[in-house]
């Protein structure tokens, strides 16, 4: 039978749990802690536990837990509709162990779970594994307990095989440690590239990395007073892993990728019947744009954040504001994106309540930022084409217009950025952080217009709705939303890049 997203999911917890770990539901997507905006990460709500804290779960004990964990990653966004193997919004399947188990039950039970025909029943010839450089520990397990041919295990730097990537040099601080991946060979329909060409680029459409299994056993310092990394061994060692849910999904049932599975196929559908334009598979950009942000943004805005001009808020406009741009680009002229959330909530309802719950508040805020942004859009997609076309290939929009795009027409910088590419022009950013900068000056100077604008603005579209509740972590996420709204966007750069 054909397992669906749905079903992966609940066999992922369910084998767990036959493994003794507690089930734990989705933390919200507001980061718990300050290093991120969003949740990047099913270990995030557990930093706490690798530290020592007690593993102490709404009343229950457990040094082992099971969760799916929503995540949302934007720094590589304009990957989103274009790669096979990038969503701004994803579940991350994970399996954390607080100084219980270590490394050789960790590779043990992913490689059941993934292989066996109870389970996945992924053909085993197909897996291949890396590890960090001198993690010999790894290697005996994946060559003696798994049997997996040395042919298949490749040794890789802290940029690659280190959670946070490369924590060592640039942090953040806290808990890490070195990490071991499973990839999956999908096969030359996928692609005649070789794991050699994966080896050497770090992509590949054919081999598709699936599962991250990080061994926690550092908390990470302050550099010490020559900038050396500080790493302070844990006080017991831990694991922590993440399963992207619908990789595995898009590998067992076999489809070429995301947006012909279960989850986003009769999104995709309905984005075809409400545009007029059928989809075409890979070369419908739009539809996939689409298709994928009405999710992660449903998300966004049931777990209680809004469109604003700052931080989560912000993160939120830009990928609603690149999703209406790619509606016009079907023909779309009044808002038509928050007719899809229903999808959103028949397919991931079930497993996240808060939609359900929210899906009027959700709608409601979409369809009031499709029409603020399609009042405007078509001026600046004018605007900018104007510019664009009296520019040569190889040249730099200037940051002023950059910014008057930002100003005048709402236009995110990252969307002017996507455009400008599309006639092989860059935009120079620092001009345009000078021209936000000076704008902000101005607004600070006394001008009681613009502030919102700039500073704040659209909150009172989702006043009264309650963050999601999450019996639990609640002392955890008031923390954290409080910290969190420190920022630190960079972070988060840093974390989803690659
Ligand atoms: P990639 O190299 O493909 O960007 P990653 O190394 O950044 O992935 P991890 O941080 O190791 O990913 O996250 C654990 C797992 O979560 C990955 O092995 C993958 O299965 C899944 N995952 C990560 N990022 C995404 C994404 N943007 N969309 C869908 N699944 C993802
Ligand atoms: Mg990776
Ligand atoms: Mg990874
Ligand atoms: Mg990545």
């Not at 690659?160 to 990490?179: K, R, Y």
């Not at 990470?220 to 990789?247: C, H, S, W, Y």
């Not at 019947?273 to 449903?298: C, D, F, N, Q, T």
Request: aromatic share 12%; net charge negative; hydrophobic share 35%.
């Amino acid at each position: 039978r054909r397992l669906t997203t749905q079903d992966i999911r609940s066999m992922f917890l369910q084998f767990f749990q036959s493994k003794e770990h507690l089930i734990l539901p989705s933390y919200s997507t507001i980061a718990p802690d300050p290093t991120t905006l969003f949740t990047v990460a099913g270990m995030q709500p557990f930093k706490e536990q690798f530290m020592g804290a007690p593993a102490v779960f709404d009343g229950r004990g457990s040094k082992r837990v099971t969760t799916a964990q929503k995540c949302v990653r934007v720094g590589d966004i304009e990957n989103v509709g274009r790669t096979r193997r990038h969503l701004s919004l994803f579940e991350m399947m994970g399996n954390f162990s607080f100084g219980d188990y270590f490394k050789k039950e960790a590779i043990e039970w992913a490689w059941e779970f993934l292989t066996s025909p109870e389970w996945m029943g992924m053909d085993k010839d197909k897996m291949y594994v890396t590890i960090y450089k001198d993690d010999d520990e790894a290697f005996g397990y994946w060559t003696q307990n798994i049997g997996l041919d040395p042919a298949h295990i490749h040794r890789f730097d802290a940029d690659e095989n280190f959670w946070p990537a490369n924590a060592p040099l640039e942090g953040p601080n806290g808990p890490c440690g070195p990490c071991s991946e499973i990839y999956y060979d999908r096969g030359p329909k996928y692609g005649d590239d070789t794991w050699g060409d994966y080896y050497e680029t770090r992509e590949s459409a054919r081999f598709l990395e699936v599962w991250n299994l990080v061994f926690p056993q550092f908390d990470r310092q302050e550099p010490d007073a020559n900038g050396q990394p500080v790493l302070k061994d844990l006080p017991f060692k831990n694991i922590d892993t993440g399963m992207g849910l619908e990789r595995v999904a898009s590998v067992v049932q076999d489809v070429p990728d995301f947006y012909s599975n279960d989850v986003f196929g009769p999104i995709i559908e309905k984005v075809a019947e409400l545009s007029g334009k059928s989809y075409e598979g890979e070369v419908s950009v739009s539809h996939r744009v689409v298709a994928e942000h009405i999710r992660s943004v449903s998300m966004i805005l049931a777990d209680g954040t809004s469109f604003s001009n700052t931080g989560r808020g912000y993160t939120a406009r830009k990928i609603m504001r690149r999703a209406i741009r790619h509606g016009y680009m079907l023909g779309w002229r009044e808002p038509k994106l928050f007719e899809l959330v229903g999808l959103v909530v028949t397919s991931m309802g079930e497993a996240y309540p808060e939609l359900k719950e929210n899906q009027s508040k959700v709608e409601a805020a979409m369809k009031a930022e499709e029409e603020r942004f399609l009042k405007t859009v078509e001026g600046g997609i004018h605007r900018l084409g104007g510019l664009l076309r009296s520019m040569e290939r190889g040249s730099v929009l200037a940051g002023a217009d950059a910014f008057e795009l930002y100003d005048t027409y709402g236009f995110p910088v990252d969307l002017t950025k996507e455009i400008a590419e599309e006639y092989g022009v860059s935009v120079d950013e620092a001009g345009y952080a000078e021209s936000l900068e000076n704008a902000q000056e101005i607004a600070r100077a006394g001008s009681k217009y613009g502030k919102s604008e700039l500073f704040g603005g659209n909150q009172e579209v989702f006043e009264g709705l309650p963050a999601t509740q999450f019996v639990g972590y609640d002392h955890l996420r008031a923390e954290g939303q409080v910290l969190a709204l420190v920022g630190a966007g960079e972070r988060l750069n840093h974390l989803s890049a690659g």
